[in-house]
């Protein structure tokens, strides 16, 4: 059964810092793994998306990189800003027809 | 094109009452998922339907829930006798077969 941990669970950051945000998953047997923000309140919003094939994706200020031979993700975050205070979800999809499985999530601040 | 859309926003009920939740995935989308979302806590597969058919349904917490999507477009996920534990945030998720899961904003429910 597929697990999935974020650590850690809470992270506050002066804003301009470069921050590293950490998963791990149990099944290296993955078939993709999604990063997803979600602001309080609110739903879920995907940010990055790495197909098992693909080493890294980027999005702007985001790098994603996947490591499946030693169940690794990390979400690099340059230059932070205070908008990107929220909380940061990771979610292994292990085959097409199967559910997302989420870690519990890092919380973000970001102080101005 | 439009999002994922459920309803209502925010539901209350008294310990007791059934609650019927709404998910409007985006058109043509095949997959569709729902998830709960404790406080704290990384969304939890409930259940999932390609089409109209419900291919999952393991992670539905009693007999209590049930969920249904006749025409393959629309669902409506439903908890009987609600209970206190049952307060959550309910996630709707849609997909095209194998693919990158979209986000509703989800219901918030409580329990009283």
Known sequence: KQEVTQIPAALSVPEGENLVLNCSFTDSAIYNLQWFRQDPGKGLTSLLLIQSSQREQTSGRLNASLDKSSGRSTLYIAASQPGDSATYLCAALNSGNTPLVFGKGTRLSVIA | ?112
């Open chain 2, 1 to 112: 094109g439009a999002g994922v859309s459920q309803s209502p926003r925010y539901k209350v009920a008294k310990r007791g009452q059934d609650v019927a939740l709404r998910c409007d995935p985006i058109s043509g989308h095949v997959s569709l998922f729902w998830y709960q979302q404790a406080l704290g806590q990384g969304p939890e597969f409930l259940t999932y339907f390609q089409n109209e058919a419900q291919l999952d349904k393991s992670g539905l917490p009693s007999d209590r829930f049930f969920a249904e999507r006749p025409e393959g477009s629309v669902s409506t996920l439903k908890i009987q006798r609600t209970q206190q534990e049952d307060s959550a945030v309910y996630l709707c998720a849609s997909s095209l077969v194998v693919d990158e899961q979209f986000f509703g904003p989800g219901t918030r429910l409580t329990v009283l």
